[in-house]
């Protein structure tokens, strides 16, 4: 599979580590340019390689976003259509400053993103694990117990695809919903973000069977 990564601090640079040690070709980008991303590309091995958030979008089977979320309207947009996008994006007031629609509870993070990108399927994952576990717990319990990744989406065959590559990193997809509720339940400040649960205790506490 080839994937492309648009972010490459801790959790863009995690899923690149993981995806080319899973067989697939990855480019991964951010906002500084390639050059900025020698030093990570000579770490990640031969699979990984240095682009531009453009390049890194038409490349991909899958695009991960994984950058602050404030800098969601500076995707490539026209690249990105037609793209199964994984939002790995998490708001932070803090960080991001104050959108009022997502204090208020109107939409999620993963809806504005979508509206952004209105021609890219956009799933919501990688976004409730702690970066260090996310590169350290898959396989850790061997197939017949995996830790659980919450996936939300709004298109089911962009979902499916998620489901296999959050499968091939060796954790279990556990099907939250749509993007407007399922996202709300593994945005922050919900009871499993960052809790880092084995997929059977993950369905129990957002309520899926």
């Not at 490459?8 to 580590?17: E, M, N, P, Q």
Request: aromatic share 8%.
């Amino acid at each position: 599979m080839r994937i492309g990564l648009i972010g490459a601090g801790h959790v863009g640079s995690t899923l690149a580590y993981l995806c080319s040690e899973a067989g697939d070709e990855v480019l991964i980008a951010n906002r500084h340019g390639p050059d900025t991303l020698h030093d990570l590309e000579v770490e990640l091995g031969p699979k990984v390689h240095a682009a531009t958030p453009g390049e890194a979008a038409r490349f991909g089977d899958i695009v991960v976003l994984a950058v602050p979320f404030e800098q969601y309207r500076d995707l490539p947009a026209a690249e990105l259509a037609g793209k199964t996008v994984v939002d790995a994006c998490n708001y932070s007031r803090p960080r991001d400053g104050r959108f009022a629609e997502l204090e208020d509870g109107r939409v999620t993070s993963s809806e504005l993103v979508q509206w952004e990108l209105p021609g890219a399927h956009v799933v919501k994952a990688f976004n409730a694990m702690r970066w260090d576990h996310l590169r350290s717990y898959g396989h850790s319990a061997g197939a017949n117990r995996r830790y659980g990744i919450p996936v939300s989406a709004d298109d089911q065959d962009a979902k499916w695809r998620v489901f296999d590559l959050v499968e091939q990193l060796g954790f279990e997809p556990v099907d939250a919903g749509g993007l407007a509720d399922g996202g709300r339940k593994h945005q922050p400040g919900t009871t499993v973000y960052t809790a880092d649960l084995w997929a059977d205790d993950l369905r129990d506490r957002i309520g899926v069977d």
